[in-house]
């Protein structure tokens, strides 16, 4: 008897462990890519300055006349960066929020749905095919528009980027606003508030910690952003000079230079990436600081000391009902930018449709793209899948909730979804193509995709667990099952629906890449001949290269049909998304008491 | 349909000289029936509440008392298919008229929650909520009316030194006080009560009792409550509903000493409810 429970817990010691390393992975990884991108900057950074480097305003890596501390200076690109992503969070901010507030207390309920469900395919709208819009639509219309030579610079990428964080912030605030308890708009309403007067001085201020979080969640993704930018920004790398000068960021520095450089040029652009994920870090931390922390108080004053005092309550409320109607406005910009992007590329690639497929005589271009592109989602899922799936079990069955290395965890990961993808391509880049000797191959692109995706899975899993009700796991457990068995006979089975959203998520990730995999997997238009160790570009890689790189009209028309499709695959993967949920019920079904779905609030 | 159309109309319309609350009725609901989309919640309710009184609401769950309760300020308007039908008159003006300014309404008409509802505010920024919204920005005049409305609902020393700390770290009876001192600073002729205490322990309890005592000096009270001696102690005129109607009405004294009706009977004496 003694030594079959010795036995049985000593397994359990045994696979617990396996579920801790893979838990782990995560932090490996974040720390992986930090002291990788260090370490291949360091070259660089001593041999440029790090002052030259920051501070530099010449950027002119193959004039070898040039001693290398004046060749190397990114504050140009530095300056860009931070104007772009001011322009977008500005404008993405105000816009989100508003149509967040519009889309929970104005809507009327019918248009609630569409509504959001609009908002929620551009989150997963790839942004190759935003920067495309841009560059074909946006910058010849401010070119006609200024009456100049460039239509590109900073306007553009703004526009372009609030468009792209606007899903974000929108989301989040919507979900913030939807979590403020209904008793502070009873109560604002019992004061004699009236309903705008309620919105803007008591929810939107409750709601205040979510909407800052989708705020900063969207500076990140508007600063890591690449291909978007690199078609609209001009990518010449002098400072702005006004809204529609050619400037550069960041991201696009490394994304533009990374296919050629070699030696010190190489270090230089990494080193640039060092200098965006020191950018993005903060910004992470600031978030997670954020929860942590979201009451502030205001100073002590010093009252007058006057109690009989006559006041003359008067109604009113002006600025409220003019909030909302700028709500209904700018809702309605929100619908038709995002509905006119998507009218567009369908429009202009219907008609294009048999470019891909070889109508002028060229190789089919879609075959290999779909070849390549399920190459990578597979050797992705495959590593990351376990992985991630392992590391939810670990942090919701197995560790202590709440203890340290649980939050070092959950920390890591919301790092890692952070990072954004040009960084994942310089490491990818650094330790596969190049260390690992793999070159631009399927594999290092499906390598360095795996850790992409690695957070959607972690947290996907992880609340599909968190919605199954312990009761489950104690009857399993009371019947004399193990807890092994009991995770793989009654745990992980409730859980499918959350592992196959994490799939379907994962896929739309991978299918949505190109900053990642320009260097990794390359963007070669054949198919793999060597089958995992040959290059091959995804769908959104060729977008970005016949967009870009084509010089004939051919290749602009492949273009818009390979946006077309790519459209059609994120819809897909929506409506995908959209059935499991039908089908298999989601965490829904667990939960004892209904959700509330929407806060009804009556004009009153 | 309708709310539209008064919501509309209410902006045309700033009534705050047509309450008038020197008369001796502050209250007079006539033949109020109310419906929440098919079920027939009030059944032909008559009350006159005298000014300056405390009035209890009393009965069973489910009973209508809330609702009454609610349709007095008109917060029954945010639930979904409320319907209602007589008359109810408050400082003069009939409440449910077209025109009806909404938001005056409920200034002077002020509420206090089942649970404390303080919003996620500084103390301070809770009391001067009401003022702020009609139009008060004068800091003088501010800490005034946050000084003063503490000081009624006798809390000033507890928390002028926290004024600038958020009402959500008090106590759960400190929150429910602050609600009423909230209320008070809107300065209101009525005050609603919805079963203040029932979440709150037996201390917390008796000083908004106490509270209550002091402030029918100025304010008309009416509490609904489940707990009888809560009734039996503070109220000045007590009604006894059931299934939606009011069974009896008249002076608290009379009511728990010698009931008329023999359901108020059985209810007072614990026997049902």
Not at chain 1, 399 to 420: E, N, Y
């Amino acid at each position: 008897m003694k030594k079959v429970e010795k036995k049985a817990s000593h397994n359990g010691m045994a696979e617990k462990w396996v579920f801790f390393a893979c838990a782990a992975f995560s932090i490996v990884a974040v720390f992986g890519i930090i002291i990788f991108i260090l370490v291949s900057s360091i070259p660089a950074l001593a041999e440029i300055g790090v002052f030259n480097f920051l501070f530099g305003t010449n950027w002119n890596p193959t004039n070898t006349n040039l001693e290398a501390s004046e060749r190397f200076g990114i504050l140009p690109m530095l300056v860009g960066s931070l104007c772009v992503t001011f322009g977008a969070l500005i404008l993405g901010g105000i816009l989100g929020v508003f149509a967040a507030l519009f889309l929970v207390y104005w809507c009327p309920e019918k248009f609630k749905k569409p509504f959001e469900q609009i908002i929620n395919v551009f989150a997963g709208v790839p942004s190759v095919i935003f920067g495309f819009f841009g560059m074909t639509v946006l910058v010849p219309a401010l070119r006609v528009m200024f009456n100049t030579d460039s239509g590109s610079g900073i306007l553009p990428s703004s526009l372009v980027l609030m468009l792209m964080i606007l899903p974000t912030v929108a989301s989040m605030s919507k979900n913030a606003l939807r979590s403020v308890p209904e008793p502070y708009y009873e109560g604002a309403l019992a004061l004699g508030a009236t309903k705008e007067q309620a919105i803007f001085t008591v929810m939107l201020p409750a709601a205040r910690s979510g909407v800052i979080s989708g705020l900063i969640m969207g500076t990140g993704r508007a600063i890591g952003e690449t291909m978007a930018v690199i078609m609209v920004c001009g990518n010449s790398t002098s400072f702005p000079s006004g809204l529609l000068s050619s400037i550069r960021t960041l991201t696009a520095n490394i994304a533009l230079e990374m296919s050629y450089a070699s030696g010190l040029h190489r270090n230089a652009l990494i080193a640039t990436g060092f200098v965006l994920l020191v950018f993005i870090l903060i910004i992470n931390l600031s978030i997670s600081f954020l929860k942590k922390d979201s009451k502030g108080s205001a100073r002590l004053r010093k009252m007058a000391g006057v109690t009989d005092t006559k006041a003359e309550y008067r109604q009113k409320g002006l600025f409220s009902v003019i909030g909302k109607y700028v709500s209904y406005v700018l809702s309605a910009i929100v619908l038709i930018s995002l509905v006119g992007i998507l009218l567009y590329v369908i429009i202009r690639g219907v008609p294009n449709i048999g470019y891909v497929f070889g109508i002028d005589g060229s190789t089919p271009a879609i075959w290999p793209a779909f070849v390549n592109t399920f190459t990578i989602i597979f050797i992705s899922l495959i590593i990351a899948f376990p992985i991630g799936t392992c590391a939810a079990v670990y942090l919701n069955e197995y560790a202590k909730p709440g203890s340290k290395i649980v939050r070092a965890i959950r920390l890591f990961t919301d790092t890692l979804s952070g990072i954004p993808s040009i960084i994942f391509g310089l490491f990818g880049n650094i330790l596969f193509v190049n260390l690992m000797g793999l070159k631009y191959s399927l594999l290092a692109g499906g390598l360095t995709m795996s850790l992409m995706i690695l957070p959607t899975i972690v947290r996907s899993v992880e609340e599909s667990l968190i919605a199954i009700p312990d009761s489950l796991r104690e009857a399993s457990l009371a019947c004399g099952a193990s807890k092994l068995y009991t995770l793989m006979h009654v745990i992980l089975p409730q859980a499918l629906a959350g592992m196959l959203t994490a799939g379907v998520l994962s896929i739309g990730r991978i299918v949505g890449e190109s900053a990642a995999l320009l260097f990794t997997s390359g963007s070669t238009r054949n198919f793999p001949s060597n089958w995992l160790l040959s290059p091959g570009g995804t769908f959104s890689v060729m977008v970005y290269t016949f967009a870009t790189e084509g010089r004939t009209a051919t290749d602009a028309n492949k273009a818009y049909a390979m946006a077309f499709i790519l459209i059609i695959l994120v819809v897909a993967i929506y409506v995908a998304l959209g059935l499991i949920e039908y089908f298999l019920g989601g965490e829904r079904k667990w939960k004892t008491k209904k959700p509330k779905e929407k806060i009804k609030l009556k004009t009153a | 349909m309708e709310n539209k159309k008064t919501e509309r109309k209410d902006k045309t319309k700033n009534s705050v000289k047509d309450f008038d609350f020197t008369r001796d009725v502050a209250i007079n609901i006539d033949h109020m029936d109310l419906w929440y989309t098919q079920f027939h919640a009030i059944k032909d309710v008559s009350l006159e509440i005298k000014k300056g009184e405390i009035t209890a609401f009393i009965g069973p769950s489910g009973c209508g008392k809330s609702t009454v309760l609610k349709s007095l300020n008109r917060m029954n308007d945010l639930v979904p298919g409320c319907r209602i039908t007589g008359k109810i008159e408050i400082g003069g003006q009939d409440i449910y008229a077209p025109g009806v300014n909404l938001p005056m309404l409920r200034k002077n008409v002020g509420m206090v929650f089942q649970k404390p509802n303080p919003f996620p505010k500084s103390v301070y920024d809770n009391i001067a909520y009401a003022p702020r919204i009609f139009g008060i920005r004068d800091k003088k005049t501010l800490d005034g009316i946050v000084e003063s409305s503490l000081r009624k609902a006798a809390m000033w020393d507890e928390l002028k030194d926290r004024l600038n700390k958020s009402a959500l770290g008090l106590s759960g009876g400190q929150q429910q006080r602050l609600c009423i001192a909230r209320a008070l600073a809107a300065d209101p002729a009525i005050l609603l009560m919805d079963e203040p205490t029932s979440a709150l322990d037996p201390i917390s309890t008796g000083k908004i009792e106490e509270l209550c005592d002091e402030l029918k000096k100025s304010v008309t009270i009416v509490i609904v409550t489940h707990n009888m001696q809560q009734a039996a102690r503070i109220s000045d005129k007590t009604a006894f509903f059931l299934l939606g109607e009011v069974i009896e009405y008249g002076e608290t004294q009379q009511i728990f000493s010698a009931p008329v009706k023999a359901e108020t009977e059985r209810y007072i004496s614990g026997r049902f409810g």
